[in-house]
């Protein structure tokens, strides 16, 4: 990492990568070709974008090994849930792509059709810590099953009597015989940023921030 140069986490590849470089190519950010895997450098702008796994942004920015990132909201959350250096991190900028929801369901003819079913119940998702501080708030006790992934299959699996987990359209929770009770988290990708690991580059960021600004008020 040069001095005077901005470091951006962006995810390597997903949904959060594809509107991230969108973004950056609609902000008139040209990548240097490139064959390293984890940095790629802007031909002009004093930017170096470093592709991790969207779980990891949270804590590259708050370590200071980057000194921006772009990352969903969801990510954000239970990283913030679980550490309280994250939970320092400001967000600069709302993106407008990656929409999505993490809301509570259950089986449809189930035993648990609100929040307060819940109680005494055990929930699956890959959410854990923003699951359990949701809870918390609202004074239900509730088992926390932790799942990578494939959270929906819980129920049927007798895992859980319930999910945590992201929605977008649906499809997913009806093909798995659940319907959604709750919404915990309005989702979308966010610009985060770590103002005392910033290199020099504070101007930089604020480039990007007018030039996403831009982006996003001409697409709407
Ligand atoms: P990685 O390998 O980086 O960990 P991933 O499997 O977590 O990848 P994606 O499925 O690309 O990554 O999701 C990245 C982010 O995109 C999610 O955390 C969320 O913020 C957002 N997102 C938007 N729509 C959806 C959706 N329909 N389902 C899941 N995530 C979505
Ligand atoms: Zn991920």
Redesign the pocket.
Known sequence: MSAGRLTLAV????????GGFDLLKQSGVKLAYARDALMRRAENVPLDLML?????IPSFVASGACGCGI?????LAEAAARSARVAGLQIVQRLGF???TLKLAAPLEGPVQSVADLEGRAIATSYPALTAAYLKERGITAEIVEMG?SVEVAPRMKIADAICD????GATLEANGLAAFETVLE???VLIANREALNGAAATLDLLVERFKGVIASRQ
């Open positions: 995810q390597k590849s997903g949904r959060l990568a594809e991790i796994r969207d779980d990891d990352v969903g909201e969801n990510v990656a929409r999505c992934g992201l929605v977008s359209t989702s979308e990708a």
